[in-house]
């Protein structure tokens, strides 16, 4: 399908503009458009939407090539915190054989009830040294994280938010981050010459510290990603792998209404939030805040914004970004997108929800999704996050 985008930067590249990738951007975005995107629902060969799904789902789980040796969950609560209005369990389990994943589980009082569940999904940022505690409140927060939580969130720990209005809040730790994170002490003194940020002389924990840590892991990334898939893996095969393991987590737990369960993210945390629906079938209601964009208009001086973690190999030969997110479909879905995020083209964010509002309408169900923009940067803040709440009220309570 052809866009305006993509001829507009075509154009722009034969009027002699500057591109991220200079010469090399007419020969591949010449190659991408020849991709048919076979397995999109809008190709000539489907009519039956479950069967579509089946495929799609099936294709989507072999690009992502990650089938680690499963293991059971053994689940523990390493602590207990015992708040005002709700319980905060520090918990741990495994997602596959010698992987066990960290994470906080905030349950309300309810004597006995049971309650929906979001997984809540901590965004990318930049902010490797930290992963769920970036939604969910601590008893002491550096000035480091309150200013990353006013920049990103309005202030706001929004998983304690939902908590107060009646929700379970699973959030865990992803690859790469807080309790996951590079571990430096394992590099080789060739790595740590090689790379441009260091540690020495400063004191852990610490503001210069953790910001120079941060810096170190955004220069590894590229390191680890070749790694990664040397090893016949992919980076979100691992991310989605290990949420849809909190799924399973959820199932184990007596407070969850295992019919009512929905996960929400800003940013990568969109992203991961996007893929679990799609993947999950026990996922009912999803909210993806700042992620959402056709593949190809990333193409025209977007990329250089985005994190390794988020390309799936051969994908968008097959199927673009709308087309997975709609294998949610017809669960209620909520996108909301920041008109002034510098990660996106308007463009490919109007077309990609074009795209997700024509297999809606076209299954009897246009209100069950909603798409909107929001007059800001790349954020999840306090409106957003209060609308957030209320798609989940609508459909979850």
Same mark, same amino acid.
């Given at each position: 399908?052809?866009?305006?985008?993509?001829?507009?930067?075509?154009?722009?590249?034969?009027?002699?503009?500057?591109?991220?990738?200079?010469?090399?951007?007419?020969?591949?975005?010449?190659?991408?458009? &020849?991709?048919?995107?076979?397995?999109?629902?809008?190709?000539?060969? !489907?009519?039956?939407?479950?069967?579509?799904?089946?495929?799609?789902?099936?294709?989507?789980?072999?690009?992502?090539?990650?089938?680690?040796?499963?293991?059971?969950?053994?689940?523990?609560?390493?602590?207990?915190?015992? &708040?005002?209005?709700?319980?905060?369990?520090?918990?741990?389990?495994?997602?596959?054989?010698?992987?066990?994943?960290?994470?906080?589980?905030?349950?309300?009082?309810?004597?006995?009830?049971?309650?929906?569940?979001?997984?809540?999904?901590?965004?990318?940022?930049?902010?490797?040294?930290?992963?769920?505690?970036?939604?969910?409140?601590?008893?002491?927060?550096?000035?480091?994280? &309150?200013?990353?939580?006013?920049?990103?969130?309005?202030?706001?720990?929004?998983?304690?938010?939902?908590?107060?209005?009646?929700?379970?809040?699973?959030?865990?730790?992803?690859?790469?981050?807080?309790?996951? &994170?590079?571990?430096?002490?394992?590099?080789?003194?060739?790595?740590?010459?090689?790379?441009?940020?260091?540690?020495?002389?400063?004191?852990?924990?610490?503001?210069?510290?953790?910001?120079?840590?941060?810096?170190?892991?955004?220069?590894?990334?590229?390191?680890?990603?070749?790694?990664?898939?040397?090893?016949?893996?992919? !980076?979100?095969?691992?991310?989605?792998?290990?949420?849809?393991?909190?799924?399973?987590?959820?199932?184990?737990?007596?407070?969850?209404?295992?019919?009512?369960?929905?996960?929400?993210?800003?940013?990568?945390?969109?992203?991961?939030?996007?893929?679990?629906?799609?993947?999950?079938?026990?996922?009912?209601?999803?909210?993806?805040?700042?992620?959402?964009?056709?593949?190809?208009?990333?193409?025209?001086?977007?990329?250089?914004?985005?994190?390794?973690?988020?390309?799936?190999?051969?994908?968008?030969?097959?199927?673009?970004?709308?087309?997975?997110?709609?294998?949610?479909?017809?669960?209620?879905?909520?996108?909301?997108?920041?008109?002034?995020?510098?990660?996106?083209?308007?463009?490919?964010?109007?077309?990609?929800?074009?795209?997700?509002?024509?297999?809606?309408?076209?299954?009897?169900?246009?209100?069950?999704?909603?798409?909107?923009?929001?007059?800001?940067?790349?954020?999840?803040?306090?409106?957003?996050?209060?609308?957030?709440?209320? !798609?989940?009220?609508?459909?979850?309570?």
């Amino acid at each position: 399908m052809k866009t305006g985008l993509r001829d507009e930067g075509a154009n722009k590249i034969m009027d002699g503009l500057k591109n991220d990738i200079s010469n090399f951007y007419t020969f591949l975005t010449a190659y991408s458009g &020849k991709q048919k995107k076979t397995l999109s629902f809008f190709s000539d060969s !489907w009519a039956d939407f479950e069967q579509w799904k089946t495929i799609a789902k099936s294709h989507l789980f072999k690009l992502l090539n990650y089938f680690p040796e499963p293991a059971p969950l053994d689940a523990k609560v390493l602590n207990v915190f015992e &708040k005002a209005d709700f319980i905060q369990e520090e918990i741990e389990f495994s997602t596959a054989k010698n992987v066990r994943v960290r994470g906080t589980l905030l349950i309300p009082r309810g004597n006995g009830k049971t309650f929906p569940a979001i997984i809540g999904i901590h965004d990318h940022g930049g902010f490797y040294y930290l992963g769920r505690e970036k939604i969910i409140a601590q008893e002491e927060e550096s000035d480091l994280l &309150k200013n990353f939580k006013k920049t990103y969130y309005g202030g706001r720990s929004w998983a304690n938010e939902m908590v107060k209005k009646g929700y379970i809040v699973l959030s865990i730790d992803g690859f790469y981050f807080g309790s996951r &994170k590079l571990d430096i002490n394992h590099l080789t003194d060739e790595a740590l010459e090689n790379c441009p940020y260091k540690l020495n002389g400063l004191t852990p924990g610490t503001d210069e510290y953790i910001n120079t840590y941060n810096k170190m892991c955004g220069y590894f990334e590229s390191l680890l990603v070749k790694h990664i898939f040397i090893s016949g893996t992919t !980076w979100p095969g691992i991310l989605f792998h290990d949420d849809r393991a909190c799924v399973d987590y959820l199932y184990t737990r007596k407070e969850v209404d295992i019919e009512r369960i929905g996960c929400c993210g800003l940013s990568i945390g969109g992203f991961r939030a996007a893929h679990l629906a799609a993947l999950d079938s026990r996922i009912k209601c999803t909210v993806v805040a700042g992620w959402m964009t056709s593949y190809h208009s990333l193409q025209w001086n977007r990329l250089r914004n985005h994190t390794y973690m988020v390309y799936i190999p051969n994908l968008t030969s097959s199927l673009d970004l709308p087309d997975v997110v709609t294998l949610t479909a017809p669960n209620p879905l909520f996108i909301q997108q920041c008109s002034e995020d510098h990660l996106f083209h308007l463009d490919g964010m109007h077309e990609a929800n074009a795209q997700i509002e024509k297999v809606y309408q076209r299954l009897g169900h246009s209100g069950k999704l909603k798409s909107q923009f929001y007059s800001n940067p790349h954020e999840f803040n306090v409106n957003m996050q209060e609308d957030a709440f209320s !798609w989940f009220d609508q459909w979850m309570k």
